[in-house]
């Protein structure tokens, strides 16, 4: 990630490579609008090309375009209908304005050829700046960049010259300048870094500096910070899915999504990533009538609940794809083979999973008024656990146990924020083939929020210190989500809603998105109520005994109820979770044993 997170509890040491110039710099090209293009070329959802294509590719300056496989026959037909790995990169054709929903520019992917046109986007340091100006302008643009900038004396300077002194942007070690004195020395190595600042943009190559560590040759890759191209990959996404035509356009406004990002190894040894849309959910609301036991209706349909449901989704896929696609889909999958008791398989190194989402999480992360410390040990309502139930967010505690038992009802999103943490996005199906999948970044795009508030709503609830922590089961531990905001990719002024009560759902290898009445948890139709969704608890269970058939899990598939099948480490820590949360008195989560008693 080419950025830095929000100076939120935890966020400090959100970086986790080896900084890389752009990557210091913190370089943004300039905002200007965004426009599908013209002709899709291939087809968007085609196989993944091999090495040799994608270094053509990369060498001609084109984007490189996600896969998926196309109409699977069902939501969970067999390998040959799991869809092909693919790799959507943030980088695609920036232009004109669609509609009134603005975008984040993102000019062509490829290599450092396609600089000149981006550097024309940018600010670049001043030509040949006054020596007695330079130490002066580069400060300025350092801090406008938001680099930390450094001058360091080099004790082993010549005879000739003898004061060398080196300017360092967040830690990358600029050409060096030397004099007769450390003030004109220092002035000279202000004008050396001007200067191979600003020839790393205008120049494909990287100027030979002897004497000094090679550093990263800039792209277009990596002077888009992470945030940027998360928001660019849902919006390309979402453009490629709905179109500007599409009756559900208006769905946008409450989008969430989850992109799993992959480190290549690039040209001269460097890091390149690939940023991919895998999820992709929509909604504001849940479903307020009466409870349903079948596992066929879907109750809370808000958009980053529905994006993580897609996920399982996707994953379930994967395992199809990895056990049953031959040695090509071995390979396409995201998932590798694990050796031991544990589950059978694992991400592949390397990979990791963000979330985007449009809006603030309702619940505990809106109250933007919470106390910086609790008094007397006193926990306000708004801290504690909150559910929606008959077309209100309430505090749990305030929610009758007959309600309870009888009507919908969905923790906030806040809430289920701050278990995810913990538990990780897999839930329990997937954990018996699985460990915890824990995203590592948030992107939110809504301006009206907290960073503090978020961070506590999402890594303070429960308190883990080393003794309850400890009473969690291995291999489930709290992890600190990093907190960027971003920008939207809603439409900037109101549109008519003509989408209102449906939410939409979409993973990597669907060939279209699915459209659900939020009223009734069930896909749109003519026809009331109208069939399950792909995301529903029955669907899972489906999925869950095809993973077990196809990697051989007898003592799985004779588990014959979905509740029977949650059953493992992941409901142990959910339980154990629950019971700290109650005891701190946050609330207590609730159960529904009987959602749970369906098989089929």
């Not at 939501?75 to 232009?95: I, Q, S, T």
């Not at 309430?394 to 278990?419: E, F």
Request: proline letters at 11%; a neutral charge; one cysteine or more.
């Amino acid at each position: 990630m080419a950025s830095q997170a929000c100076a939120a509890p935890g966020a400090d040491d959100c970086s986790r490579r080896k900084p890389r110039l752009a990557a210091s710099l913190q370089i943004k090209p300039a905002p200007s609008p965004w426009q599908p293009l013209a002709s899709p070329g291939p087809d968007p959802w085609g196989p993944l090309p091999g090495p040799e294509e994608e270094e053509d590719a990369q060498g001609r300056g084109q984007p490189q375009a996600s896969a998926a496989g196309a109409g699977d026959g069902g939501p969970w037909a067999g390998a040959d209908g799991c869809g092909e790995r693919g790799a959507k990169r943030a980088g695609d054709d920036a232009g004109g304005q669609l509609g009134t929903a603005p975008r984040v520019s993102v000019p062509p992917t490829g290599p450092a050829g396609d600089l000149p046109k981006v550097a024309g986007q940018l600010r670049l340091p001043p030509a040949d700046p006054p020596p007695s100006q330079a130490v002066a302008l580069l400060a300025q643009y350092a801090a406008r960049l938001g680099a930390t900038l450094t001058f360091r004396e080099d004790s082993t300077a010549g005879p000739g010259f003898p004061f060398s002194v080196c300017a360092e942007l967040d830690g990358v070690v600029c050409p060096a300048g030397t004099a007769n004195t450390k003030a004109e020395a220092k002035q000279q190595a202000a004008l050396s870094a001007l200067c191979y600042i600003r020839s790393q943009l205008e120049s494909p190559e990287t100027p030979e500096a002897p004497h000094q560590p090679p550093l990263a040759t800039l792209s277009v890759e990596n002077i888009l910070p992470h945030e940027q191209r998360c928001t660019a990959v849902v919006s390309a996404g979402l453009d490629r899915l709905l179109g500007k035509d599409s009756p559900y356009w208006a769905c946008m406004g409450t989008v969430a999504a989850v992109i799993l990002e992959r480190e290549l190894p690039g040209a001269k040894g460097h890091t390149k990533e690939i940023y991919e849309l895998v999820a992709l959910g929509t909604g504001s609301g849940t479903c307020a009538g009466w409870l349903e036991f079948s596992g066929r209706q879907l109750h809370d349909c808000h958009g980053l609940v529905i994006a993580r449901r897609a996920l399982m989704r996707f994953f379930f896929r994967q395992l199809l794809l990895a056990t049953k696609g031959g040695p090509k889909g071995k390979e396409q999958s995201v998932l590798a083979p694990q050796p031991g008791p544990g589950p059978p398989f694992a991400l592949k190194p390397r990979i990791f999973l963000h979330l985007y989402v449009s809006n603030t999480p309702k619940g505990a992360a809106h109250d933007i008024y919470l106390p910086l410390s609790l008094e007397d040990g006193l926990l306000l309502s708004s801290f504690r656990l909150q559910a929606h139930i008959c077309g209100q967010l309430k505090p749990v505690s305030y929610v009758a146990h007959t309600l309870h038992n009888t009507h919908v009802g969905c923790l906030s999103v806040s809430d289920k924020l701050a278990r995810w943490a913990v538990l990780g996005l897999g839930g329990a199906l997937l954990a018996h083939f699985l460990p915890p999948l824990y995203a590592t970044s948030l992107i939110l795009a809504d301006t009206c929020h907290d960073p503090l508030t978020l961070s506590r709503a999402i890594h303070d609830r429960p308190n883990l210190d080393s003794t309850s922590g400890s009473c969690l089961p291995p291999p489930y531990v709290r992890t600190t989500l990093h907190l960027f905001p971003g920008p939207p990719v809603a439409p900037s002024s109101p549109v008519p809603n003509t989408s209102q009560g449906l939410s939409l759902n979409w993973s990597l290898g669907d060939p279209d998105v699915e459209v659900v009445a939020v009223a009734t948890g069930r896909v749109k139709a003519e026809a009331t109520p109208g069939p399950p969704s792909r995301l529903c608890k029955a669907a899972f269970l489906r999925a869950f005994r095809q993973a077990a058939t196809a990697l051989g899990k007898p003592h799985l598939l004779a588990l014959k109820t979905y509740e029977a099948a949650k059953a493992g480490p992941y409901q142990e820590a959910r339980q154990q979770l629950s019971l700290l949360l109650d005891q701190q008195g946050l609330g207590s989560w609730p159960s529904k044993p009987l959602m749970g008693k369906f098989g089929s």
